[in-house]
């Protein structure tokens, strides 16, 4: 099993150009989450989906959007590209529910300028 | 959720065990009490869960005490390996809005040689 993957590993953005970071996991998990990680600082949710089909608007959602339509991937794009959007982006994923673990994927470096 | 409160950083001998403390005083009875760590530009990496029982792990072990208002992690033997970011985190399993976790700002914690 691959586990989560992210891709592209870095990307710069010029300001107000629109880019798609994707996310797939091959563990058949529900449960899939877009977090942001700003310099020096802990993980902040932007959006979360508890299966195809459903998505929910995490702490940090503005100026992003996601997409659920298969168990496998959750997109998360990014419309407008704002220098504050400059960040380090992790997608994650886990079972469906009771005491289990998330897995992470390696993270998306993204840059805009 | 409730809050958790952890040193910003900690020092470590290598080969000496490296006790990671976390207060988590508002901690709610259906609550637990998760580990995970980031090494230096990676994804979050789970460690160990637990309610209200110690556990141990082939990567550590946790003791929670008795009142649950706090926790202590517990690498037997760090290495140099073992420097990273170490995230305590309280969250209610079989949450129906999704297993979402909260990151604070966690400990660093540097194992020297």
């Known amino acids: 099993n691959a586990g989560v993957t992210q891709t592209p590993k870095f990307r710069i953005l010029k300001i107000g150009q629109s880019m798609t970071l994707q996310c797939a996991q091959d563990m058949n998990h529900n449960y899939m989450y877009w977090y942001r990680q700003d310099p020096g600082m802990g993980l902040k949710l932007i959006y979360y989906s508890v299966g195809a089909g459903i998505t929910d608007k995490g702490e940090v959602p503005n100026g992003y959007n996601v997409s659920r339509s298969t168990t496998e991937d959750f997109p998360l794009r990014l419309e407008l590209a704002a220098p504050s959007q400059t960040s380090v982006y992790f997608c994650a994923s886990s079972y469906s529910s009771g005491d289990t673990e998330a897995f992470f994927g390696q993270g998306t470096r993204l840059t805009v300028v | 959720d409730a809050k958790t409160t952890q040193p910003p950083s900690m020092d470590c001998a290598e080969g000496r065990a490296a006790n990671l403390p976390c207060n988590h005083s508002t901690i709610s009875g259906n609550e637990y009490v998760y580990w995970y760590r980031q090494i230096h530009s990676q994804g979050p990496q789970y460690i160990i869960h637990?309610?209200?029982n110690n556990e141990t792990n082939e990567m550590a072990s946790l003791i929670i005490t008795e009142d649950r208002k706090s926790s202590t992690l517990i690498l037997p033997h760090a290495t140099l390996r073992d420097t990273a970011v170490y995230y305590c985190?309280?969250?209610?399993?079989?949450?129906?809005?999704?297993?979402?976790?909260?990151f604070g700002g966690g400990t660093r914690l540097m194992v020297k040689p």
């Open positions: 985190i309280v969250r209610v399993n079989n949450n129906n809005a999704g297993n979402m976790l909260t």
């Open positions: 637990g309610l209200k």
